[in-house]
Nanobody, 117 residues
């Protein structure tokens, strides 16, 4: 079992920055992919950014150039640096970890990010 705990959300003005963290614990395989998703009220959950254990990253087009995903494998922690935030970035941000070998995926409880105009 894997436990994911997000932190770092909050309220910020448009143009501001936030840094989210996701701490993973439990039975974590060395080969895994991690990602940040977000879900706004009335909208579907969407992938914001992903990163694998080799550091390969991918981003949603809406955040490319503004958000940076990273991870510290030694600490089993993933980060999302969010700059130039916009009101449309307001959502609950959720951490995800998947083990390709078993096809098991795990979710955190989410952290609220609110951007005021």
């Amino acid at each position: 079992q894997v436990r994911l705990v997000e932190s770092g959300g909050g309220l910020v003005q448009a143009g501001g920055s936030l840094r989210l963290s996701c701490a993973a614990s439990g039975s974590i395989f060395s080969i895994n992919t991690m990602g940040w998703y977000r879900q706004a009220p009335g909208k579907q959950r969407e992938l914001v950014a992903g990163i694998d254990n080799n550091g390969y990253t991918n981003y949603a087009s809406s955040v490319k150039g503004r958000f940076t995903i990273s991870r510290d494998n030694a600490k089993n922690t993933m980060y999302l640096q969010m700059d130039s935030l916009k009101p449309e970035d307001t959502a609950v941000y959720l951490c995800n970890l998947c083990h390709p070998a078993s096809s098991n995926c795990y979710w955190g409880q989410g952290t609220q990010v609110s951007v005021s105009s």
